[in-house]
Each structure stands twice: as C-alpha cells, then as structure tokens.
C-alpha cells in the first residue's frame, strides 16, 4: 500500500504547479512587457518546472481601462493574452447557460500529462506486474507443485461455507473478474486490440466493455459489503497468525502451523481485497459521476498539513486542482490500484483452484475433507467439533 502511494505520490508529482524556485534569480521578462519569454517556453518543454505566477496574475485589469470618453477607451484594461491568461488560470469570470460543476472550466492543462502517463507507465508497468505474477506463479507451481493432502482421507465432509457466503464470494469474484478484463480493454485496447482486430470490430468490443464495466461495478460493491459483514470477524488479527507468518504458512515445510478459520495468508488477501477494493469502489464513483466526487485536492490538503508529503520529499501537492485534473488523477488511482489487486487476485486464484488439493471444494459445493479441514484450519475444526458435541444433532433448544 505504501509503495502504491509512493508511486502515486510521484506520478502526481508531475500535476505539481511549477513551484517558485526562491533562490534564482527573476528571469528579465521586459523585452516581453511581462509575459513569458521564448526561454520560458523551452524551459517547460524540456520538462522543466517554470513558476508561472508572472503570468497568473497578469491578466489585466479593467478598472484600469481608459474611460469610455477618452480615446481607445471602449478597448477596456484587459488585451487578448491577459483573457486567455485568466482562461488558462481559471481566475476569468465565466458564466455559461449549463451550471455543470466544469462548465466554466474553458482550459485546463493536466491533460497531456494525464495522457502519457496512462499511455506510458501505466500501461507498461501494469502490464508487467500482471505477467510478472504470471509467471511467477507458474515457476511456483513447478518448484512446489500442488499442495495435496498429506494424510489419509477420511471420507467425511466438513461444511466450511454456507450458501450465502458462496453466492457473496461468486458475486465478487465474477464481477471483479468482469471488471479486471473489461479495465483492461479499455486500457490496452488502443495499443493492441485495434492493430489485431481494426477500428470496427474494437469499437463494438469498447462499448460493450464500458457499457459492462459501469453496471457491474454495483455487483462488486454489493458483493464487497457482503463478505466484509460476513467475514470480518474471523480476519480479526491474532495471536496465531504471528507463527504461521513465522513458519510461512508452511507452504515450504513439512506440517502445516495451526489457524482459525482464515490463516495469516487468507486474512492478508481478505483486508486487500477490502481495503483495495473499497478505494477502487471510491475512485470508481468519482468516475461514473464526473465532477461530483473531488477526492484528490482534500487529501493532498491533508497530506500538506500534515507534513506527510515534505517527509517524502515531494514538497507542496496542488491543492488548487481543476475539476478535470481530479477526474485524471481518479483514472490514474483507480487503475494503479487495481492492477495491484488484481496482481494479488491472480495468486489467490491459483492457490484457490490449481495451487492446492482440497481447496476449491470450499467455494464449491461448501463442503471440504475433514482430512483437508485438520491440516489448514486445524483450531477451526476444532471449534466445529466442540460446537457439534455442544449441539447434539436432532436436539432442539429447550423452550
Ligand atoms: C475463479 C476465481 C476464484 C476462485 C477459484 C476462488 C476460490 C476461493 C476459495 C476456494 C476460497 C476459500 C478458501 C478456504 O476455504 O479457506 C476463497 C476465499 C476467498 N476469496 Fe476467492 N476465488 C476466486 C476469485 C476471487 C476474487 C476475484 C476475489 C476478490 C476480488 C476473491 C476473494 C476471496 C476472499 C476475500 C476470500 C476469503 C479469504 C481467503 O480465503 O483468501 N476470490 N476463494
């Protein structure tokens, strides 16, 4: 999580406003009246921060303007470049017939940067930690292969999920799966699905994915708020989990350390896909509601008063962001961390499905190996089995 933020943090870097470099000294702006120089506008587009404060307050002023009587008068105290100056810094008086949160936002300039940052390590970086987790996990299931079932099976079932608890999981993991493939096309579909399958056929495939992506995101938030209510009681941390960290789950050892219901493991992938999945829900919302939800400008407030942002070298972030530029960066958040859940879903599936004997039935039928329940969960049948011998079958509470 913190790595994300720290990635995150340096992506937004680039949005920072150029910030006022103290120590140099004032670039000689006369021989331009006051606006920028030919040197100020290389210096920007070799990348280089440049204090634009010349120019956002330089936007004329029109109680300076001669009055109407004298000559030139009705020109006013403002020129053209002072207008698009105050357009640029959003400090023009605008009003417009539609009163939408961005109406009166005529230019904004986080776009480019937005662009390439989405077309570039974005995309490139996901990418890799998507197949890098791919591949790992097959290198994984050729050094350790399957985890099986060490001892002697005993032919009774254990019920380890009831069927709501089933339709809770079924309904995440279908519509995150849903999700994950329909982001994706969205993400790469430029880049790979319309040199492979041309405009046409990609311009259908995009509709339905968008059309797909919006609607079913209702499901996983659903489905999000079911296995937290559910299952939360049993992710609590505890003691046990320290020695099952201790002995990694002894996925490499003989024996298997003892664990509740969920091990350390299961609790990890549990607050993920919590955490993760609620921030996703989050930034998903400000998306599907554009300008409604400004999560951004807040938290770097925060992040600024805190001193949070200082500690991490990254100096004052924006707080005076464009309704657009909150938009980019949702888009560049919500995707940056779900690639992250969906690089720690990929290794859930596997030790869920392939990676371990035993294991699916759980999500399945809801029945599991008693065998299978003693080696993974052992002081959770242990909990079963005091609770059956407590409740004898076919008693009934006394009145
Ligand atoms: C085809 C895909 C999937 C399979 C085969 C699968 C399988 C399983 C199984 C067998 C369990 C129960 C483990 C046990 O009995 O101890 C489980 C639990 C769970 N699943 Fe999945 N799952 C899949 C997809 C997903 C997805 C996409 C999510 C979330 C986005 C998810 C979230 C969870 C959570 C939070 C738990 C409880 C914690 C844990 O056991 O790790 N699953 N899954």
Do not use: C
Request: aromatic content about 10%; cysteine-free; overall charge negative.
């Amino acid at each position: 999580m913190f790595r994300m933020l720290m990635a995150l943090m340096l992506s937004l870097s680039f949005v920072t406003i150029a910030q006022a470099q103290e120590d140099a000294p004032a670039p000689d702006r006369s021989a331009t009246g006051g606006a920028q120089t030919l040197e100020d506008i290389l210096a920007r587009q070799r990348g280089e921060e440049v204090d634009n404060s010349f120019r956002r307050s330089n936007i004329g002023d029109p109680d300076g303007a001669a009055g109407l009587a004298n000559q030139l008068g009705t020109l006013g105290g403002a020129s053209d470049p002072d207008l698009w100056r105050a357009l640029r810094f959003g400090e023009a008086k605008i009003t417009a017939s539609n009163d939408g949160p961005a109406a009166t936002t005529l230019i904004q300039d986080g776009g480019m940067r937005w662009l390439l940052f989405r077309e570039g390590p974005l995309a490139t970086y996901g990418g890799y930690l998507l197949g890098g987790t791919i591949v790992l996990l097959v290198l994984f299931f050729l050094i350790r292969g399957r985890i099986r079932i060490d001892g002697e099976r005993t032919g009774r079932k254990i019920e380890r999920f009831k069927a709501i608890e089933r339709f809770g999981h079924w309904l995440l993991a279908g519509s995150f799966i849903l999700l994950g493939i329909t982001g994706l096309v969205s993400l790469f579909g430029r880049k790979v699905l319309i040199p492979a399958f041309g405009h046409e056929a990609f311009a259908t495939v995009a509709l339905l994915s968008k059309w797909v992506h919006n609607n079913v995101s209702w499901a996983f938030m659903v489905a999000l708020i079911m296995i937290f209510v559910m299952w939360v009681i049993h992710n609590l941390p505890d003691r046990t989990d320290i020695n099952w960290l201790l002995k990694g789950g002894g996925i490499f050892s003989k024996g298997h350390p003892p664990a509740k219901k969920f091990n350390a493991g299961q609790k990890l992938i549990f607050w993920s896909v919590i955490v993760l999945g609620t921030s996703i829900s989050v930034s998903g919302l400000a998306l599907l509601f554009p300008f409604e939800i400004n999560l951004f400008a807040p938290t770097f407030a925060k992040l600024n008063n805190l001193g949070i942002s200082a500690a991490l070298g990254l100096g004052e972030l924006p707080t005076a962001l464009a309704p657009h530029e909150e938009m980019q960066l949702s888009q560049l958040w919500h995707a940056i961390v779900s690639f992250a859940l969906m690089a720690i879903i990929l290794a859930h599936i596997y030790i869920g499905s392939v990676g371990m004997e035993g294991a699916y039935d759980a999500m399945g039928t809801g029945q599991v190996e008693e065998q299978w329940a003693r080696e993974h969960h052992s002081l959770w049948v242990d909990e079963v089995k005091a609770k059956e011998t407590d409740t004898p079958q076919g008693a009934t509470p006394a009145e």
